[in-house]
């Protein structure tokens, strides 16, 4: 059996309309690599795929509408103009069945405070309107393209803030307000009827006061982009023990959230769509502080996707939201994978589609025609134990969990520090002997950002941690009883500092280091710029 390119899609439908949150987090193999060093056995049946790739997205378009998915909600970034993880959308308007599978934007605004205005606003608004809503791919409701917003608090925050600097005093939720009648009114100033706002609901519990405030906002509905932590609230009486918040059941997760679907859907004037979660493991991000759902199964998916069925049918509700389809690092996924092959994507279609007489599309992959790899060329962990980021990253990258953005500045690392609670910066190295180094210089600056500055603890410190062959950072329980860690304090004045953290009094700098991770300090909502890293 062989082909020349992938099979024309068969779409598959149903009286539900099924959409899905696509996460494009893999532009580069780091990002993948952190899922093969800890999941290994979920591999996707695309391989470690480019993401960016055309026929790599055709085949993506082929399996989510032939198991019922008629769209995606596509994380989509955009900081004063510039924009990151487009690579998705942009090889989507390559794909030669595009026209199969809709798509709109999830705004995931997590820019630095004061970083928006109204003249960013227009400008982002005109980016939609000349490259997306117009085209006959984007999705829409009664007629105008739908935007989801990571966060409306964000929104509302510097547009309040612009307005105090013009001597102007907006009420909270005015901000928000006054940035949204832009956009729609940009938008029916160039012939659309309007843009259909869809406000990300954030928090495990109903708050009227927040939901009141978002419609008022000018919003259309809510959505949630993930339920896991919640579920041990709402399905108590299905805790096993050594149970938490941290470390939770599928099956738990599966009897809790039709809770969550009640709770929500008192206003059918402004609809919150039910969600079905797919899971959640983000040990390749967080390894010890990772929160974990185990024993997902085909079977208990199939059952959450019926109980989401039979409460959309009871009452009324047309659209449901898969939360999310391919959120690899996170473990959130169904897309067809080692673990699962197509059973939890056949679950799915099988609940929410209309069987045809002559029976479902077969499921094909690219290795029964004969077609890909499309991986990526394997990650080369660099020789390397000095960096000045003259080319680049040099190797480095991001934890999305604390840091926003990463990109060179003048010749140095640049990234704006948005969570404290986990390690801002990772590599993988090729190993050299501990025993060669006695030390690890930093040249680095903090900038303390005004709007929100949040000390973790009472003094500051900046921290590298390593992996050794006796002592990796994952153990196969993927918890370390005594980390290697070495940590200094660090000084918050905008100016730049050299640092020298003295790894070999620490007991486990010994064997061969292959894996570093880096955080500059305890803090959230700090700009960082690192000159040069070295081990002398």
């Known amino acids: 059996m062989s082909a020349t390119y992938v099979p024309e899609p068969k779409p598959m439908s149903g009286p539900i309309e099924v959409s899905a949150f696509y996460y494009p987090g893999t532009e580069q193999m780091a990002e993948w690599d952190q899922v093969e060093q800890t999941l290994p056995h979920i591999k996707p049946l695309l391989g470690w795929y480019d993401e960016g790739n055309p026929e790599v997205i055709d085949w993506q378009i082929k399996w989510a509408v032939e198991h019922g998915i008629s769209s995606f909600c596509v994380d989509w970034y955009w900081n004063q103009g510039v924009q990151r993880l487009d690579h998705w959308v942009k090889g989507f308007y390559k794909a030669r069945y595009r026209k199969c599978l809709k798509w709109y934007v999830m705004w995931a605004n997590h820019n630095d405070p004061g970083a928006h205005s109204t003249a960013d606003q227009i400008n982002v608004t005109q980016f939609w309107l000349d490259h997306y809503f117009k085209t006959p791919e984007y999705y829409r409701i009664d007629g105008c393209p739908v935007v989801v917003i990571w966060s409306q608090d964000n929104l509302d925050r510097d547009f309040i803030a612009e307005a105090a600097a013009n001597g102007e005093t907006l009420a909270p939720g005015e901000g928000a307000t006054r940035a949204l009648a832009l956009s729609d009114r940009m938008a029916k100033e160039a012939g659309l009827p309007g843009i259909h706002f869809i406000d990300m609901y954030h928090g495990w519990k109903r708050q009227q006061e927040r939901i009141d405030g978002a419609k008022a906002v000018g919003f259309k509905g809510q959505m949630l982009y993930g339920f896991d932590q919640s579920a041990y609230d709402f399905a108590p009486d299905l805790r096993k023990l050594g149970d938490s918040r941290r470390h939770l ?288």
């Open 249 to 536: 059941s599928y099956e738990q997760v599966v009897e809790a959230v039709p809770r969550w679907w009640k709770q929500m859907s008192t206003d059918p004037e402004f609809p919150f769509w039910p969600i079905i979660p797919t899971g959640w493991n983000d040990i390749p991000r967080s390894f010890q502080l990772a929160t974990v759902i185990y024993g997902r199964t085909p079977r208990l998916f199939r059952k959450a996707c019926e109980a989401c069925r039979d409460f959309c049918q009871k009452n009324g509700f047309k659209r449901v939201m898969v939360s999310p389809i391919n959120e690899w690092q996170e473990g959130s996924y169904i897309e067809p994978n080692a673990e699962f092959g197509f059973d939890m994507v056949d679950a799915l279609r099988d609940v929410f589609c209309d069987r045809p007489p002559e029976g479902w599309p077969e499921n094909v992959t690219p290795a029964q025609l004969g077609l890909g790899p499309y991986d990526y060329p394997k990650m080369e962990h660099l020789a390397k134990t000095a960096w000045n980021f003259s080319h680049g990253m040099e190797g480095w990258y991001r934890n999305p969990y604390g840091t926003a953005y990463l990109k060179t500045v003048d010749g140095a690392m640049h990234f704006f520090r948005s969570n404290s609670n986990r390690y801002a910066i990772r590599t993988r190295v090729a190993p050299f002997e501990a025993s060669q180094y006695k030390a690890f210089r930093v040249k680095m600056r903090v900038t303390a950002n005004s709007h929100g500055l949040n000390p973790a603890s009472g003094t500051e410190t900046l921290k590298l941690l390593w992996g050794t062959s006796e002592q990796p950072v994952f153990s196969t329980d993927f918890v370390i009883a005594d980390t290697p860690v070495c940590r200094l304090p660090v000084i918050i004045d905008g100016q730049w500092h050299e640092y020298t953290l003295p790894v070999a009094e620490n007991p486990y700098w010994r064997g061969k280091v292959d894996e570093l991770w880096f955080d500059p300090a305890d803090l959230t909502n700090a700009t960082v710029d690192i000159a040069s890293m070295a081990f002398i």
